[in-house]
């Protein structure tokens, strides 16, 4: 039991920041990604003793959090508060270029087919190897490396068509060229 109590410790401390990152850049609410980090850790305790291999636990971790996001969305129904301007903080974050982006290249992601998007999320955001993804989604490498360039190949074409239909001004997303 006391091994258990560490290994669990271990766990969160060592995972904790990377799946509130990737929790908050799948529901851009600090308030909820916390909420499913939180639910992550009371799901994987109670089933710690499923996790037969240590080293895949930071898969497991995030295959729990993925399906918690999508339970959470199942009855989510977000509340609309009103902000006054004043509150946002004054900062190169809220600067409207580089929310604008962010925003763009978040939703060209969302819009790319679920077998582009996972791979590709699993890369950018956990820094897996193809190796990596190819075991967390149970596919060969080659499939992994192809959907992998796919999908920055459709990512690049989603980013280049919203980016010249939308805004008059330089992007750095086409390396600062307007078409």
Known sequence: MQHKHRFFEQLVSAYANDLY???YWLC???TVAE???QETFTRAWKAIDN??????AKAWLITILRRENARMYEKYQPQLLEIEETIVAD??????DEKFEKQQLHQA????PADYKKPLILQIMWGYSGDEIAVQLNLKLATVNTRLFRARQQLKLLLTATTSKNS???SSFDGGHTK
């Open 21 to 23: 990152r990737y929790a």
């Open 28 to 30: 851009k609410q600090p």
């Open 35 to 37: 909420d499913l980090v």
């Open 51 to 56: 996790l037969k291999d240590e080293k895949a």
């Open 91 to 96: 900062d190169y974050h809220n600067e409207p």
């Open 109 to 112: 992601i969302m819009q790319l």
């Open 168 to 170: 008059p001004h330089k």
